[in-house]
Each structure stands twice: as C-alpha cells, then as structure tokens.
C-alpha cells in the first residue's frame, strides 16, 4: 500500500475571496448611502405639503446624491474595466486652460468652498482622454471638498515645468 499526500497553499485565493468579499461589502454600502437619501427626500416630496424653499433644497440634495451614485457606479465598472484590460483611450489635444474652468463651474453650489485656478503656464495643451482626465480632476476636488476644513480656498495651480504641464491641486485638509 502506498499513500500519496497533495499539499497546495490556497493562501492566495483564500486572500482574494476576503478582499472580494470586503469589495462587495464596501460597494453596497457606498451606493446605499446616496439612495438612502434620495428614497427619503423623494418620499418627503411626495408626502407633505412644504414651502417651495424646502422643495429646491430637498430636489437639490436628491440631485447631489443622484450624481454622487452615478460617479460611484462609474468608479466600479472602471475598476473592473482596468482589471479585465478592456478599457480604451481616446487620446486627443486637451486645453486644460480651458477644461478645468469647466470642471470647477460644476462644483459652483458648493458655496462654502472657493476653488481658484493659477494658471500660469504658457502652453497647458495635454494629450489625454478628456473623459479620463475630467474623472482625475473631479475626483481629486471632491477629494480636496471633502477632506477640507469649512469655507477654504482650494487652488489649481498649472506651470509648465521640464517641458511639460505641472497641475497641482493645494487644500488645507
């Protein structure tokens, strides 16, 4: 009689079960958050008589979170586009002199921040994937919005620097 003993380290696809499993955790309760409050404050709309000040603040704040939802769904199916190697860029000449005013007019409700752009570059001409490069820069002003202290300046700072376009961002969080 003979006894043969196989002996594999599942280590590694125990590891990626976990983080799968934390992932799922994590996305849930992401996108629970902003449709949590966009069921209530619809609720609240079609519930009770309010004044049309109320209204707009609550439409306002379904607005917000409706966006907030969207660029979480985004930021996922991005994830597993980049993981799967399927992802394609458009590369294009990008104005940012241009398109970052335009990025920042987005964020215009958020009246207690001031978000400047110091444009001192003489070329800001980039070759980008606009999509791609517009999700940098709202995801590091909604970055730099929610680590920041109230009512703080944020600065977008272009230079060209080494032959190239240095952009900063600069906030007090």
């Keep these: 009689t003979s006894t043969i003993f196989v002996n594999r380290d599942i280590t590694k696809e125990h590891e990626i079960d976990q ?9 849930s309760h992401e996108l629970r958050t902003p449709l949590s409050s966009i069921i209530g404050f ?4 079609l519930s ?3 004044t049309n000040e109320k209204k707009d603040k609550y439409i306002e704040t379904i607005f917000k979170e409706s966006k907030r939802l969207s660029h979480l769904v985004d930021d996922f199916l991005d994830v597993q586009r980049m993981e799967s190697g399927k992802v394609v860029y458009h590369f294009s000449e990008v104005e940012m002199g241009i398109l970052l005013p335009e990025i920042v007019q987005n964020y215009a409700y958020q009246s207690n921040y001031e978000i400047k752009i110091d444009n001192v570059a003489s070329n800001s001409i980039l070759i980008a994937d ?13 970055n730099a919005i929610k680590f920041s202290p109230d009512k703080k300046q944020i600065i977008i700072h272009l230079s ?4 190239g376009l240095k952009i900063t961002v600069q906030d007090h969080g």
């Design 160 to 163: 060209n620097e080494n032959n």
């Design 48 to 50: 009770k008589k309010m």
């Design 130 to 142: 606009v999509q791609r490069i517009t999700q940098v820069f709202v995801n590091l002003l909604s």
């Design 42 to 45: 619809s609720e609240l709309l």
């Design 19 to 27: 983080m799968k499993t934390e992932l799922i955790s994590t996305v």
